[in-house]
């Protein structure tokens, strides 16, 4: 197999110089409720699936919450506005994706207090 081949079916991981883009839109149709948001979530709503999809591997490729919360902290900020978005909770792609991020960052057995304020706030 050649390294281009290894690029084209490698999923690739999420840029996480993209993060504070995709907080600040979440911020954003979050404080509004106007016929612009709507056509500003729509626009992006594709986007934002592909990135909620790549943020769920890098979430599932790390060992564990402690972990991936220090690789992106701006994550749970991130997760917590988009789960008050009627919008984005009404698309049921997006609303999936959503869901196994969170899932995916529930600890089992918690082992430190990032862990368990994680837990507590998915619950």
């Given amino acids: 197999m050649t390294e281009?081949?290894?690029?084209?079916?490698?999923?690739p991981l999420p840029n996480i110089q993209e993060m504070p883009f995709w907080l600040e839109k979440a911020v954003t149709w979050g404080q509004a409720e106007s016929t612009r948001t709507r056509k500003d979530i729509s626009l992006h709503?594709?986007?934002?699936?592909?990135?909620?999809?790549q943020l769920l591997k890098q979430i599932n490729d790390v060992s564990s919450t402690t972990e991936t919360m220090r690789r992106l902290p701006l994550l749970g900020q991130f997760l917590g506005r988009l789960c008050w978005n009627p919008h984005v909770t009404a698309d049921s792609s997006?609303?999936?994706?959503?869901?196994q991020c969170l899932l995916a960052l529930y600890s089992e057995h918690p082992s430190n207090a990032v862990e368990r304020k994680s837990n507590q706030w998915i619950r």
């Fill in 94 to 99: 997006s609303r999936g994706l959503l869901l």
């Fill in 4 to 11: 281009l081949q290894v690029q084209q079916t490698a999923e």
């Fill in 45 to 53: 709503l594709s986007r934002l699936r592909d990135f909620l999809q």
